[in-house]
């Protein structure tokens, strides 16, 4: 059902193969519908060459044996003959209904190229090279001058995307991964005002600006900084980019591997209190990106003896590892990755429980609103 529906939008074209059988279940149904007529065109062709072979036994007074060909003439020639015909007007109808499917998307208001835009799409996010010349001519075809470098932009529901092709002129519609995304020109990666201003008051995730070969990698990042970041209805609803989340994605491209992360580097707090595990973290991690007591003091607001007592007792706990450069990278990473997965948990949970008041508030039992009738409420 969702191919079908891909195709009939025309964000997927039939595939050849089913074209082909298409075909072929075609030839077939119009070769049944004409067998009558086969059969009674194969007889009369027999019956004439019985007639003849008659008369020339009469005429000469002998019988000789009489090897014939198969030729236009014969009956499995005119059996041939026919069926190249029967085939030949299967042909003539699927060409014929292809036309008419062809004027039905013309009528129905598809802007000229489109099938070439989403070809080119098709090609520009294909991990497969394709040729200069080609990319050229779908270009051409479709409208859509090639530029430098692309941005991708994926859309919170399926129908935002044809709003956002409807304001940006230059935007390109296609399908990746299962879902509507546009790809836009981004000639200087540093300036992107303009689509900020475009895509105000919607939730959108924005790829890097990257080469056309490049293309669907800033697809991909996007899809990802989107299942990542979700979305805000009303007035908080923005445009995030992965511009800005780099390292983010980095670090939580893989969440199993960070789960792995963290619990090889932080095995030592594994015995401590939840309590005590959140606060040695905390302050492990300010110590690690501040440099100092005093820095992690100031970025935890408490005094910095405090921070000097946690960092004793995580002496005792880490050892000497501490004063590793490696050790001290690799616990950073863990840190920050199992905060950001803590920060993307409670982000999910906060929009869903917005959305459950929502929800609850938009349909109220009707047996409530009655009793607050009885009781004059």
């Not at 065109?41 to 007074?61: L, P, Q, V, W, Y």
């Not at 008051?201 to 790829?207: D, I, S």
């Not at 893989?254 to 905390?282: G, I, K, N």
Request: hydrophobic share 40%; with cysteine.
């Amino acid at each position: 059902m969702e191919e079908a529906l891909l195709t009939t939008l025309g964000y997927k074209e039939q595939s050849r193969e089913q074209t082909d059988d298409y075909r072929d279940l075609a030839e077939n149904q119009v070769e049944t519908e004409l067998a009558p007529e086969l059969e009674t065109a194969g007889r009369s062709t027999a019956g004439s060459r019985e007639a003849a072979h008659e008369c020339e036994i009469t005429h000469e007074g002998r019988r000789d044996d009489i090897r014939e060909e198969a030729r236009p003439g014969s009956r499995d020639g005119s059996r041939d003959g026919i069926r190249d015909g029967v085939r030949a007007t299967a042909r003539e109808r699927l060409r014929g209904n292809y036309r008419e499917e062809t004027e039905e998307e013309a009528v129905e208001g598809n802007r000229p190229g489109e099938r070439a835009r989403q070809e080119l799409f098709r090609t520009l996010t294909d991990d497969r090279v394709a040729s200069d010349s080609s990319l050229t001519e779908l270009a051409e075809a479709a409208g859509w001058p090639l530029p430098l470098a692309v941005r991708a932009i994926v859309p919170a529901t399926p129908g935002e995307a044809q709003q956002l092709a409807g304001v940006m002129e230059d935007a390109l519609v296609g399908m990746f991964a299962g879902r509507p995304c546009l790809l836009v020109p981004s000639p200087d990666p540093e300036v992107r005002v303009p689509l900020e201003h475009l895509l105000r008051g919607r939730f959108a995730a924005v790829g890097h600006a990257v080469p056309l070969r490049d293309t669907a990698s800033s697809l991909r990042w996007a899809l990802r900084l989107a299942a990542l970041t979700p979305s805000r209805p009303g007035l908080e609803a923005r445009a995030v980019f992965v511009d800005d989340h780099l390292s983010t994605l980095l670090l939580l491209q893989d969440e199993p591997l960070a789960h792995a992360l963290a619990a090889r580097w932080l095995r030592p707090l594994a015995d401590l209190t939840p309590r005590q595990s959140e606060r040695l973290e905390v302050t492990l991690l300010a110590w690690l990106e501040g440099g100092g007591a005093p820095e992690a003091a100031k970025a935890l607001s408490v005094h910095p003896q405090t921070v000097r007592y946690r960092m004793r007792q995580l002496e005792k706990l880490f050892g000497t590892g501490l004063r590793d450069p490696r050790t001290r990278f690799e616990l950073e990473m863990a840190l920050r990755s199992r905060r950001l997965m803590a920060q993307v948990r409670r982000q999910h949970s906060r929009v869903t429980r917005r959305t459950a008041r929502v929800i609850q508030a938009d349909f109220t039992p009707l047996v409530v609103g009655r009793m607050a009738r009885v009781n004059g409420l």
